[in-house]
Structures are given as structure tokens and as C-alpha cells.
């Protein structure tokens, strides 16, 4: 009984800081009064949390710059010393590992290729950095999460259609880091990222969708993600949508995959697949763009182009969201061919949805959004109150 009650008394003495901190992380560059004020905390009751928070080395504050009149502000932020989450960012191309703080600063660490490697294969090379990672920064990685470019539960890896694996454990990558290991579906964690800070903010119901290697999303609602019974949900790439004569490496057929990214491109201009659909599908979007495209150029994109909008239309339909928010080649494809994109998907609304469409909006995160709600993921572990309980008992031992 006695351990219950101290287990409450610390929850309630850390669920303050824990939003406090929390909001920091969400709004970087947020100033002590906007804070404060967002929390309802009293002036006393905000500078004895602050201070707390600094003496933890959970929490950093310089002055801000003078806005007006009034007594200045301090800008709250991260300490030099705090904790840090570190993301494995699994994409179709290689991969890489960054470490992220509370004001949302990220380094790269290290990246690689999978080569001809499976998982198994790869894998190990990772966790190694990893590793590596967690060694230069001692006591200070609190979280490992796993941003990845194909279809999660838990922290196993379902499918990775455009590299054609299956089934793999990912729990090796934070092997010897003592800390916990989350894992998100790229998209999704895209999606995260918007609606927390970026384009779809403030919507109580809002759909992403990620146009890089095929297409994924999440559609979130209050700022989560729905994601399905296993955590798979928002594989939205694999809606019949498509071309039913095309198989996809997903084992279907007819998957809308196939008809918004730079194979689709490429197969309208007559090209062979390109290695790196990505990148091809940026570099035919650029020359439109750009004014210097071919007749063959444009009219692969105005297929592409009528082809997201049209799917586009078919989820709103679907999910009823507030707001889209699209990411990755999915921004410049729209741009490329605005006027065939806005009829497709206009058309391919209900007439309720018609009068008042969902706005489409670019990700304000674009390609790094990932990367981004990877690191929301993480320090929603690493603040919460018992983990900063832990983390304060740490730091005390080490002063």
C-alpha cells in the first residue's frame, strides 16, 4: 500500500512537468509565459517548475528577444545534457540513425545501404550503430524508435513490399541500449508529425498520405493515428485503385501503389523501372516545373497527377477528415498539374463533400516528417512521469 501511495504521489508530483515538457517539445522555441499560460500555471508555481526542470537537466531557458512591453520573457527549450531519443529511419533506399532532443535539434549519426541484404542481414549493422550511438551520449538515449517504410506491428516488421521482405523482428536494434524500443509505419509517423505541428494542427479529424516508394498514410484523429487491429492500418497504396493488370509487389494486383509515384511516371514515358522510383518521379516533376519538359513529360504527370486526385477523393469519401495534408513527391506532382489534380479529385467527391471539400494542404514536415513523429513517439516515452522520475533519480546520482 505504502509503494502505491508513493507511486501516486511521484505520478502527481511529474504530471505538470510532463506536459510542460511535452508542449516544449511540440512548439519549439515556446516562450515560459505562452507556456504558462497555456497550462494555467500560476507565476510562482511555473518559475518553481522551471527551476526543478533545470536542476533535473530536463529543461533549458535564455532570454527571448523583447516583443513589447512588459516584464521579458524567457524562451524554454533543451538542456544541454537532457535526454535524447534516437530514430532508425528505415526507407526504401537505406537507412539511417539520428539523435533528437527535446527542442527538437536532430544529428545524423550514421546511414548505410541494405545492398542485396535481407533483414537478417542488415539488421545487425543498424543495432550496431545504434549502439555506437548510445555509447557517445552515456545515460542520455531514453528511447529507440524505428521509423519504417513498410508494414509495422508491435516492433515486427510485416512487409516491406518494395524490397520484397516479410517477417521480420526488429527488437535487435536496441539491443544493449537499456532503452525502449517503439516502431512506427513512416507514414503514420508522418501523420503524427502534421497534426501535431504542421499542417493539420487544431483538426479534430485529419488524413495524411505519403507519396515516396507507393503511397501510405494514417488517418488521426485528436492528433493519434488509427492504425488498426495489428498496427497496420494505413496502407493505403494497396486499395484497389490501379491498373488490375499490374501486380504489385505487395503479392495483389491493381494496387493504387503502382499509379501516383515515379514507376507509374516512368511506365507513362515508356521508361524501364527505375531503381529509385523517388527520385526519378522528383526528377520528371522537376522538369515540369521547371518549364523545361517534354510533351511525354507532362503528359505522364497529368496521368499521375489525375490519378492521386482521384484516389484522394475515394479516402475523403472513406474517413470524412477535417483536412489532408500529402508529403513526399505527392506536393510537386499536385503543383506540376494543379488543374488536372483539383478536377480529379473534385470529381471524385461525393456531392455532399463537394459543396465544401477538405482543403489540401503540403506537409509543412514534408520528406522529414517521419523523422519528426518518430521523435514525438519517443518523448512521449521519455516524458512521461515515471520515466522522468527515473530519469531525475539518474541525474542525482551522477551530480
Keep these: 500500500m505504502t509503494g502505491d ?33 497555456r497550462l494555467a500555471l500560476a507565476s510562482g508555481a511555473a518559475a518553481e517548475l522551471v527551476e526543478r526542470l533545470r536542476g533535473a537537466r530536463l529543461l533549458a531557458e535564455h532570454r527571448a528577444g523583447r516583443g513589447g512591453r512588459g516584464r521579458p520573457t524567457t524562451v524554454l527549450g533543451a538542456h544541454p545534457r537532457g535526454p535524447l531519443a534516437a530514430v532508425v529511419d528505415l526507407r526504401a533506399a537505406g537507412w539511417r540513425v539520428l539523435l533528437g532532443d527535446l527542442g527538437g535539434a536532430v544529428t545524423e549519426v550514421a546511414a548505410g545501404s541494405y545492398g542485396d541484404r535481407d533483414p537478417s542481414g542488415f539488421l545487425p549493422e543498424v543495432a550496431g550503430a545504434v549502439a555506437s550511438a548510445v555509447r557517445g551520449e552515456p545515460g542520455r538515449v531514453r528511447a529507440v524508435v524505428a521509423a519504417v517504410a513498410g508494414a509495422v506491428s508491435g516492433t515486427r516488421l510485416l512487409q516491406f513490399s518494395t524490397r520484397g521482405w516479410h517477417g521480420a523482428g526488429l527488437g535487435v ?14 507514414a503514420t509517423l508522418g501523420g503524427i508529425a502534421e497534426a501535431r505541428g504542421g499542417a493539420a494542427r487544431g483538426a479534430r ?30 496502407e493505403y497504396g494497396h486499395l484497389p485503385f490501379g491498373d488490375p493488370e499490374l501486380a504489385c509487389p505487395c503479392g495483389a494486383g491493381g494496387c493504387w501503389d503502382l499509379m501516383v509515384d515515379g514507376r507509374a511516371l516512368a511506365r507513362h514515358r515508356g521508361d524501364p523501372a527505375p531503381e529509385d522510383p523517388f527520385a526519378h518521379g522528383r ?55 494543379p488543374d488536372v489534380f483539383a478536377d480529379a479529385y473534385r470529381s471524385g467527391l461525393m456531392a455532399l463533400h463537394r459543396a465544401d471539400p477538405p482543403p489540401v494542404a503540403d506537409a509543412v514536415h514534408g520528406t522529414g516528417g517521419p523523422v519528426r513523429g518518430a521523435l514525438a513517439l519517443g518523448f512521449d516515452e521519455i516524458t512521461g512521469p515515471a520515466a522522468l522520475a527515473r530519469w531525475e533519480a539518474e541525474a542525482a546520482a551522477t551530480t
Design 5 to 37: 501511495r508513493m507511486s501516486r504521489a511521484a505520478r502527481l508530483r511529474w504530471s505538470t512537468a510532463s506536459e510542460l515538457l511535452r508542449l516544449v517539445h511540440t512548439e519549439p522555441g515556446i516562450t515560459r509565459t505562452e507556456a504558462c499560460g
Design 173 to 186: 536494434l536496441a539491443d544493449g541500449s537499456g532503452a525502449p524500443l517503439l516502431v512506427g509505419n513512416d
Design 205 to 234: 479529424v485529419a488524413l495524411h498520405l505519403l507519396v515516396a516508394v507507393g503511397v501510405g498514410g494514417a488517418l488521426l484523429v485528436d492528433g493519434r493515428p488509427v492504425t488498426g487491429a495489428r498496427g497496420a492500418g494505413g
Design 283 to 337: 526528377e520528371v516533376v522537376g522538369r515540369v516545373l521547371a518549364g523545361t519538359a517534354t510533351d511525354t513529360d507532362r503528359r505522364a504527370v497529368e496521368r499521375t497527377a489525375r490519378a492521386l486526385g482521384a484516389g484522394l477523393a475515394g479516402l475523403v469519401n472513406l474517413h470524412d477528415p477535417e483536412v489532408v495534408t500529402v508529403a513526399g513527391l505527392a506536393p510537386e506532382l499536385r503543383a506540376a498539374a
